[in-house]
């Protein structure tokens, strides 16, 4: 099975970027399709964006739409999220995870979750 570690999460002006990594091992990497998704402090763990095994295919969340992509590097097995025009609402830990499955927003559907890295955006 594979195991996803996150990285790149901080603190961050409103209006300004950060890039989440998240590096994978253990099975084939390529095979899976990749998601990240957030929770914020009381609130349900929602989702941000997914990418198919190939990196093609991508979806988003409304709220995150034209200011995040999602990305994936299947040399060295690694998924990206790329954050622009961060506001204090895209505050969460995030997390990502990947399923044997076609990419899906359902979080149900991803059978491997990493720990979370923190982002935390102050205006």
């Known amino acids: 099975q594979v195991q996803l570690v996150e990285s790149g999460g901080g603190l961050v002006q409103a209006g300004g970027s950060l890039r989440l990594s998240c590096a994978a091992s253990?099975?084939?990497?390529?095979?899976?399709?990749v998601g990240w998704f957030r929770q914020a402090p009381g609130k349900e763990r929602e989702f941000v964006a997914a990418a198919g095994w190939d990196g093609r295919n991508t979806y988003y969340a409304d709220s995150v739409k034209d200011r995040f992509t999602i990305s994936r590097d299947n040399v060295n097995w690694k998924v990206y999220l790329q954050m622009n025009s961060l506001n204090p609402e895209d505050t969460a830990i995030y997390y990502c995870?990947?399923?044997?499955?076609?990419?899906?927003?359902?979080?149900?559907?991803?059978?491997?979750w990493g720990q979370g890295t923190q982002v935390t955006v102050f205006s």
């Open positions: 253990g099975r084939t990497f390529s095979s899976y399709s």
């Open positions: 995870a990947a399923s044997s499955n076609w990419a899906t927003r359902d979080q149900s559907r991803y059978d491997v």
